[in-house]
Nanobody, 122 residues
Framework: QVQLVESGGGLVQAGGSLRLSCAAS????????MGWYRQAPGKQRELVAV???????NYADSVKGRFTISRDNAGNTMYLQMNSLKPEDTAVYYC????????????????WGQGTQVTVSS
């Protein structure tokens, strides 16, 4: 089985920074795309940033220039550096990954982390 575990959320004042981490473990053969999503109260879950296995990235317009997605050399840990945070960035942030799982016959499955709360005060 595969697990995604997020960490790094918390409470920060507007203009501050946070760094989220997402560690993938388990029956991982390889990881294709990894990404961050967020869901604010009363709103739908939305894409924040995504990185392909080749390293190409895509960001929501609302975070461009402020957030940076990255992965470690081994590729199993992903980060989201969030700078110049705004109150509207307040949400639960979820890690997402498309993983070739050898425990499931090398099929590609999509996994989600449990979420980490980010609260930005004004």
């Amino acid at each position: 089985q595969v697990q995604l575990v997020e960490s790094g959320g918390g409470l920060v004042q507007a203009g501050g920074s946070l760094r989220l981490s997402c560690a993938a473990s388990g029956s991982i053969f390889s990881i294709n795309a990894m990404g961050w999503y967020r869901q604010a109260p009363g709103k739908q879950r939305e894409l924040v940033a995504v990185m392909s296995s080749s390293g190409s990235t895509n960001y929501a317009d609302s975070v461009k220039g402020r957030f940076t997605i990255s992965r470690d050399n081994a590729g199993n840990t992903m980060y989201l550096q969030m700078n110049s945070l705004k109150p509207e960035d307040t949400a639960v942030y979820y890690c997402n990954a498309d993983i070739i799982d050898y425990g499931l016959g090398y099929g590609v499955s999509t996994y989600w982390g449990q979420g980490t709360q980010v609260t930005v005060s004004s």
